[in-house]
Every structure is written in C-alpha cells, then in structure tokens.
C-alpha cells in the first residue's frame, strides 16, 4: 500500500484519536442506553436486514 504524499504517522495518529474523541459521546450514550431503547434499535436493525435480504431475494429471481 502506498502512503499519499505528505504522509505523516504523528498526523495520523493525532486524526485518529480526534475519532476517537468525536465517537466518545455515542459510546457513552450507548453505555447509558436502558432496555426500551436497545431492543427499539435492535428491532429496527432485524427489519432492515430483513428487507434488504427480501430485496436481494425478490431481484435475483
């Protein structure tokens, strides 16, 4: 893999880690999440893998 030019692993790092600080909230948020919430996000994630694979199925046929 080739590195673009300008390549600079201590700027990389440093991006990296602004992420990380960027993502801390939902994770924390996620942390906090009670069980209501959870099984609403679960349930809304089981439609869309359910949809999209009834989609492949009903396209490919």
Not at 14 to 37: H, W
């Amino acid at each position: 893999m080739t590195r673009p030019p300008g390549f600079d692993k201590e700027d990389a790092m440093m991006e990296c880690l602004r992420r990380c600080q960027c993502r801390s909230p939902l994770t924390a948020r996620a942390g906090r999440a009670d069980l209501s919430e959870t099984l609403v996000v679960g349930t809304m994630m089981a439609a869309a893998i359910a949809a999209y694979a009834w989609l492949i199925e009903a396209l490919s046929g």
